[in-house]
C-alpha cells in the first residue's frame, strides 16, 4: 500500500485536482465547480478544501481555458 501524498505525486497535476485531503478528482469528471463544493458528472457532491478552494478554482479554471 502507498500513502495518499505518494499516489497523488505520481498522479498528473494537469488531469488530476486534489480538492480536499483525502480526495483526488480526474477534472474530466468534473461537471461543475462552485465557490464551496464540486459536482462530479455521477452527481456526488464533495466540499472543497476552506484554505485551498481559491487556488482549486484557478487550477479548474486553468484547465477549462485548454480544452476549449
Same mark, same amino acid.
Given at each position: 500500500y502507498q500513502t495518499l501524498k505518494v499516489? %497523488?505525486?505520481k =498522479?498528473?497535476?494537469? /488531469?488530476f =485536482?486534489?480538492?480536499? @485531503?483525502?480526495?483526488?478528482v480526474n477534472m474530466k469528471?468534473?461537471?461543475q465547480l462552485n465557490s464551496d %463544493?464540486?459536482?462530479l458528472? +455521477? +452527481?456526488l457532491i464533495f466540499n472543497l478544501s476552506r484554505k485551498e478552494k481559491n487556488m482549486? @478554482? %484557478?487550477k479548474y479554471i486553468e484547465d @477549462?481555458?485548454? /480544452? /476549449?
Open positions: 499516489i %497523488e505525486n =498522479l498528473s497535476d494537469a /488531469v =485536482l486534489k480538492i480536499q @485531503r483525502g480526495i483526488i469528471y468534473i461537471k %463544493e464540486c459536482i458528472k +455521477n +452527481n482549486i @478554482r %484557478e @477549462r481555458k485548454s /480544452v /476549449v
